[in-house]
């Protein structure tokens, strides 16, 4: 079966500090990956997706960016931290084989706090 | 582009009472539609999803949903609230062919009230 792992569960980073955000899949091949950022009250926002290794789509300029450096990781990075960077991060994947059906599998979440 | 939205980003029922919540959908090509809930600090988990088939889709924990073409609706229902659905309810769907991206909705947060 499929498992998905996002670490470090909790983060508390001082502004200006980098980041670094990892999760990784088990029991699949070549998934679609996502990061997501949920903010108070404000929704799901899909931050960055990627189809393959090295091959990241962008949703939303902004001070992070995101790598895929094997099959079934994907980092979440920022050079310098905002205040507004705080949030809870999710990570999802999707199966590309043929029996598509879109759906996602979501990771248990960073929750991220920028002080 | 795909929209989906949900009616009320608040909702409260009393234990035992009917849950419904609301979903609409934009696209004129009837996408897969799925219901997510998300207890706190902890990720999405799929409730039930309809693709094609039986527009009346049974879920877990109780709950169905209807996929209703003519009204572009997707709404979730569980006839008897129980105090463990308090919880934050997506609606998402498909953004179309060639597109691996699931348009989500604003969310739905249930409260139950004993």
């Known amino acids: 079966s499929q498992t998905i792992h996002q670490w470090p569960a909790t983060l508390v980073q001082p502004v200006g500090s980098p980041l670094s955000l990892e999760c990784t899949v088990e029991g699949t091949s070549n998934p679609n990956l996502y990061w997501y950022r949920q903010a108070a009250g404000r929704g799901l926002q899909l931050l960055f997706y990627?189809?393959?290794?090295?091959?990241i789509s962008s949703e939303v300029p902004q001070n992070l960016s995101a790598s895929r450096p094997q099959d079934r990781q994907f980092i979440l990075s920022s050079k310098k931290l905002l205040l507004s960077d705080s949030g809870f991060y999710l990570c999802?994947?999707?199966?590309?084989?043929?029996?598509?059906?879109?759906?996602?599998?979501f990771g248990p979440g960073t929750r991220l706090t920028v002080t | 582009a795909q929209s989906v939205t949900q009616l009320g980003s608040h909702v409260s029922v009393s234990e035992g009472a009917l849950v419904l919540l609301r979903c609409n959908y934009s696209s004129s090509v009837p996408p897969y539609l799925f219901w997510y809930v998300q207890y706190p600090n902890q990720g999405l988990q799929l409730l039930l999803k309809y693709t094609t088939g039986a527009t009346l889709v049974k879920g877990i924990n109780g709950f169905e949903a209807e996929f209703k073409k003519s009204e572009t609706s997707f709404h979730l229902t569980k006839p008897s609230a129980h105090m463990s659905d308090a919880a934050e309810y997506f609606c998402?769907?498909?953004?179309?062919?060639?597109?691996?991206?699931?348009?989500f909705g604003k969310g739905t947060k249930l409260s139950v009230i004993p």
């Open positions: 998402a769907a498909s953004s179309g062919a060639g597109s691996y991206q699931l348009t």
């Open positions: 999802a994947w999707t199966s590309r084989g043929q029996l598509i059906n879109y759906e996602q599998y």
């Open positions: 990627s189809v393959g290794i090295g091959q």
